[in-house]
């Protein structure tokens, strides 16, 4: 696997620093060709959109046109108003300026509002492609990988993407113009009328010191929505192994789509009530601005004032400002986009260790559940050390076979190739003749159910849980497996039964309960084969003994293998199984040979 965005040892407090800077590095060190391909990259979440982002730039163009409309509404002023003494011509052009005042703050209203969707939905399109990726990569990867860093990168240097599409580029746009009309424009100031100008100054303060509770509300509102997103994307990827081994992928990029949905509706909320924030204020300067002309024109026609006085101010105060400011801060933003955008392909570019498209999709669901490895060759991507060098076995369908030898032989390493955590480099492992890789990756998965000794449980109640693998079972079959797993007694005493929440990780239960939850959930996935990795090694020898005796009788059709240091998990076993030197050696139990 190759993976751009660095590894970070969990040990070491100085290595971490020293992979946080190469990564930092590697985002700050994107070279124009880089640029290119990430342009490239992004311009293909934008490509399905293209109609939208060009209506809304003509949109923009239009409402920064509007802008340039005063200088000449200013003409028409002098020329027909002013040197006319036309007063009722001056009250008529102040109107049509407080009217493009009010269809500028209108078509604004309108363009952030579009803004606001189409790049949401840029930044989801962005995010759930990411995110589906991501499901796709090894455990290797998150052993490698600190996930609050993945996350930072999903969340908030996706979110700085966004931030630059919604805020950076179209504010450029109507800045440049903006900047444009006005360069010609800037004149005298006049104080007088500055004053009267800033008349309405307090009013709009009030206004503001009205709204700001609500705005603060909603943004708090917005970071719980925030929060709740960060909270999905640490519990889903940090138990991603597990959701692969269920092949529950595609539920889980749905709960990503429906959160996003709701962050969409707070953020559209949001904006609305900012934009509305900042309507009445601009709102209230465009009437500044005609009480200006009014005032002002009166003052030139009495002969109170210079008429080049009026228009300097009028388009000081419509244009100078805004633009110039504008561009400043889009310059910063242009450098934080960039090593966001950069962090955020990185994430892209890691590759997973198995080929997930086969080439003859075997999809059978009548497994019988005989398992083979054939010279299998086997070294993690990226170690020097090879676990399995020519390995072969059979093992019988229907039968229990006990894995036992010492420690770090690759005992879980044969358990993760029959997952397909990871394909071998040579040789090739089958169920019943058929090659691994030549199946259907999530059918296969769900063939298999996989009880080890850290159980996952999601946040849900107990009967989600159990249900995690085979959401579609009736309620009949639910209430069995609790039954033969034994946890009648457990369901009794919950406050709401079989409904009740288990809590995060089902933190409040007891080693013991949490294995028989997973039994639950084992026999409710019906699967052909069972695999227990040190499965029982956190409880007691007596409830060790109850938990096998159901294992033993509720999955006796099933091929079981059994990985355990322990002799009571390996009782009835039919097969023995041990890796020697990259080898597998199994022997039968009744003495009646072996395999190598
Ligand atoms: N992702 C990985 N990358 C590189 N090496 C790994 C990885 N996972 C495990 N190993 C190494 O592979 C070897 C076999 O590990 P494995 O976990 O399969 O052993 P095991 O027999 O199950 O051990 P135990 O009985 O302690 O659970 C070990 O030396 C381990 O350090």
Known sequence: MSLSVGT??????????????TLEAEGLNAENHKLKKELGWIFAFVMPHRASVLGLALVSVFASSLVLVQPWLTKELIDSGLLAKDFSALTHIAMMLLGVGFISTLISGLTRYWHTLISAKILFRLRESVYRHLQTLSPAFYARQRLGDVLSRVDGDVAEIQRFALDGIFAAFSGVIGLIGSVGLLFWLNWRLALIALILLPVEWLYLRMMRPRVEKLVRKMRERSADLSSFLVETLGSLKFIQTVAREEEEA??????????LRNLLQLQMTEFATQAVPSTL???????????????VIEGQMALGALIAFSTYLGMAVGPVQTLLGLYLSVSRMRVSLSRVQALTQATADINRNTQ???????????LAFEDVVFTYPGSQQTILRGANVQIPAGSKVGIHGPSGTGKTTLVDLLLRHYDPQQGRITIDGYDLRDCVLADWRRQLAVVAQDIVLLRGTLAENIRYANPAASDEALMAAVEQAQLTELVATLPDGIDTPIGERGMNLSGGQRQRIALARALLQKPTVLILDEATSAVDLAAERQVMDVIDRQFADCTRLVVSHRETPLDNADWLLTIEQGRIVMTSVDGGGSYD
């Open 360 to 370: 003859r999709e075997v999809t059978c669901k009548h497994w019988q559940g005989q």
């Open 254 to 263: 749905r709960r990503l789509s429906s959160l996003n949905r709701g962050y």
């Open 285 to 299: 300067t465009s009437a500044s601005r005609a009480l200006v002309f009014l005032v002002g024109g009166y003052w």
């Open 8 to 21: 970070v040892p969990s040990s070491s407090a100085m290595s971490v620093d020293v992979e946080n800077h």
